[in-house]
T-cell receptor
Framework: KQEVTQIPAALSVPEGENLVLNCSFT??????LQWFRQDPGKGLTSLLL?????REQTSGRLNASLDKSSGRSTLYIAASQPGDSATYLC?????????????FGKGTLLTVNP | GAGVSQTPSNKVTEKGKYVELRCDPI?????LYWYRQSLGQGPEFLIY????????DSGLPNDRFFAVRPEGSVSTLKIQRTERGDSAVYLC???????????FGEGSRLTVL
């Protein structure tokens, strides 16, 4: 059974800092990995999707890397802003299946202080 | 609308009652998923539809939970004889066929008193 772990569970940083969120998964046979953002009381917003053949994806101040063999991904946020405060969720889809269902970690609660 | 729409956004009910939650996916998306998210946890898979059929219902916790998608678009998640432990946010997502990229709605928050 695929298990996804996110470290740290919570992170508080001052505005302007660069930061890294970590995600690890137990089964390296993944189809893709996605990072989501969730604001309080809201649904999930997709940030970055990395296919299993890719090593990283970038969108603006966000960069996600994937090391499939070691079962790890990182989300790097540059020059953090108070508006980045949210819960960040990592999720993977196992390869070999046809249902593309996501297995999520519990998330990292990020607070960026002005 | 352009995104996944879920109704109601909030539902408060009493233990033992029947509840229906509705999901309207992005137009043209053939895959539809239901997830459940408890406080402080990541979403957990419930059921997956490809078209009208439930292709994978392995995440449904018990037979009080049932979901349908009769015309391959709108889906309804049905919960019978609700229990306090059913309280959670129920998230719906849709995806274009075979892309593995899911788009989520805002969720329906269910509270069972």
């Amino acid at each position: 059974k695929q298990e996804v772990t996110q470290i740290p569970a919570a992170l508080s940083v001052p505005e302007g800092e660069n930061l890294v969120l970590n995600c690890s998964f137990t089964d390296s046979a993944i189809y893709n990995l996605q990072w989501f953002r969730q604001d309080p009381g809201k649904g999930l917003t997709s940030l970055l999707l990395i296919q299993s053949s890719q090593r990283e994806q970038t969108s603006g101040r966000l960069n996600a890397s994937l090391d499939k063999s070691s079962g790890r991904s990182t989300l790097y946020i540059a020059a953090s802003q108070p508006g980045d405060s949210a819960t960040y969720l990592c999720a993977v889809i196992l390869s070999g299946g046809s249902n593309y269902k996501l297995t999520f970690g519990k998330g990292t609660l990020l607070t960026v202080n002005p | 609308g352009a995104g996944v729409s879920q109704t109601p956004s909030n539902k408060v009910t009493e233990k033992g009652k029947y509840v229906e939650l509705r999901c309207d996916p992005i137009s043209g998306h053939t895959a539809l998923y239901w997830y459940r998210q408890s406080l402080g946890q990541g979403p957990e898979f419930l059921i997956y539809f490809q078209g009208t059929g439930a292709a994978d219902d392995s995440g449904l916790p018990n037979d009080r939970f049932f979901a349908v998608r009769p015309e391959g678009s709108v889906s309804t998640l049905k919960i019978q004889r609700t229990e306090r432990g059913d309280s959670a946010v129920y998230l719906c997502a849709s995806s274009p066929r075979n892309t593995g990229e899911l788009f989520f709605g805002e969720g329906s928050r269910l509270t069972v008193l």
